[in-house]
């Protein structure tokens, strides 16, 4: 295992982790209590590489300001968690549905873009490399 200091407050692991012939592999008992795995975790793939994380059942992102506008609204009782419970459970694909469209926007964005600092300097032409 290498421990590599990045800052005072964090550091960071590398460990090197067999993957059986089934594609399985075995998460250190270290990080698996550390991050609070349970039974499933999520698989996040970007930029080559995975990245592992505990599914976190916290669906509270905006628990709050939906409660204070349903309320506002005059829902109360059982009528206030019936219909807080229904937008709850929009949240998440409303945030998945933003996040893949900002990186389409980011991707197409880094196709596409060209670079006019040079315009905004006052040369003339694109200067060359």
Do not use: W
């Amino acid at each position: 295992m290498h421990v590599i200091e990045t800052t005072k407050h964090s550091h960071l692991e590398k460990r090197r982790i067999k993957i059986s012939s089934k594609r399985q592999i075995t998460i250190p008992i270290k990080y698996f209590e550390t991050l609070g795995f349970e039974n499933e975790l999520e698989c996040i793939y970007s930029d080559d590489m995975l990245i592992l994380t505990p599914i976190r059942n916290d669906n509270s992102a905006f628990a709050e300001e939906i409660l204070e506008d349903l309320i506002k609204q005059g829902y109360s009782g059982e009528d206030l968690l019936i219909e807080f419970k229904k937008i709850n459970r929009k949240v998440r694909p409303a945030v998945e549905k933003l996040i893949n469209e900002a990186d389409a926007i980011a991707k197409k964005s880094s196709v596409d873009y060209t670079d006019h600092t040079y315009e905004i300097f006052g040369v003339a032409e694109e200067p060359e490399d």
